[in-house]
């Protein structure tokens, strides 16, 4: 178990640089993201902070709400808006540790469901691949789902850019962990059958 608590914690400072490339100050996010001029920025953050009334995720227009919204939804524009009322440091510090321990968390739980299967794929490059497709799965499921399922009205390249994103922190994390493995024991040699 040492060496899962070792390689997780290897695997969490790879996540934090791999991440630091895709979300950090070199700006890759705004490939896949839009933005907005000052005087733009500051009328749509004093609409929403006239009409959204609390921290939340809101559909606007929601064709839940009303017959009148499922109307406005099927006449577009339509937004999806995560909303803080409250603001915050752009480059808030507190929020990279708490990345890192939750990082680390997930990073255990790699090491745990990898050592679950160690007898069974005993090998670095088995145990890293299966590491890595479970990586894939899972960050295709919770980021290529939303345009899905959202009917392909959410834009692609941001949940794109998350589903590469995620998927090389995760699958770094896996291959590191899987190298970190102890090596499975050989199985005892079967006793040749007796005779007579």
Same mark, same amino acid.
């Given at each position: 178990?040492?060496?899962?608590?070792?390689?997780?914690?290897?695997?969490?400072?790879? $996540?934090?640089?791999?991440?630091?490339?895709?979300?950090?100050?070199?700006?890759?996010?705004?490939?896949?993201?839009?933005?907005?001029?000052?005087?733009?920025?500051?009328?749509?953050?004093?609409?929403?902070?006239?009409?959204?009334?609390?921290?939340?995720?809101?559909?606007?227009?929601?064709?839940?709400?009303?017959?009148?919204?499922?109307?406005?939804?099927?006449?577009?524009?339509?937004?999806?808006?995560?909303?803080?009322?409250?603001?915050?440091?752009?480059?808030?510090?507190?929020?990279?540790?708490?990345?890192?321990?939750?990082?680390?968390?997930?990073?255990?739980?790699?090491?745990?469901?990898?050592?679950?299967?160690?007898?069974?794929?005993?090998?670095?490059?088995?145990?890293?691949?299966?590491?890595?497709?479970?990586?894939?799965?899972?960050?295709?499921?919770?980021?290529?789902?939303?345009?899905?399922?959202?009917?392909?009205?959410?834009?692609?390249?941001?949940?794109?850019?998350?589903?590469?994103?995620?998927?090389? $922190?995760?699958?770094?994390?896996?291959?590191?962990?899987?190298?970190?493995?102890?090596?499975?024991?050989?199985?005892?040699?079967?006793?040749?059958?007796?005779?007579?």
């Amino acid at each position: 178990m040492i060496r899962v608590i070792i390689g997780a914690a290897v695997a969490t400072i790879a $996540m934090f640089f791999i991440g630091f490339i895709f979300f950090g100050p070199l700006g890759l996010t705004g490939l896949a993201t839009g933005s907005v001029d000052d005087v733009q920025a500051a009328s749509i953050q004093q609409t929403l902070a006239r009409n959204l009334p609390r921290t939340g995720t809101y559909f606007v227009p929601s064709a839940e709400a009303s017959a009148q919204q499922t109307v406005m939804y099927g006449q577009g524009p339509i937004a999806t808006i995560h909303y803080n009322t409250g603001g915050f440091a752009a480059m808030d510090t507190s929020a990279l540790v708490g990345g890192l321990v939750f990082n680390f968390i997930i990073c255990l739980l790699i090491g745990l469901a990898l050592i679950g299967i160690d007898n069974r794929v005993p090998d670095f490059g088995s145990r890293a691949r299966v590491a890595v497709i479970i990586a894939i799965a899972a960050t295709a499921f919770n980021h290529l789902g939303e345009p899905i399922y959202f009917y392909f009205h959410h834009d692609w390249p941001h949940f794109i850019f998350l589903f590469i994103a995620d998927s090389a $922190m995760l699958g770094a994390a896996g291959i590191i962990i899987a190298w970190f493995l102890p090596k499975a024991r050989a199985a005892p040699a079967e006793a040749p059958p007796r005779e007579g």
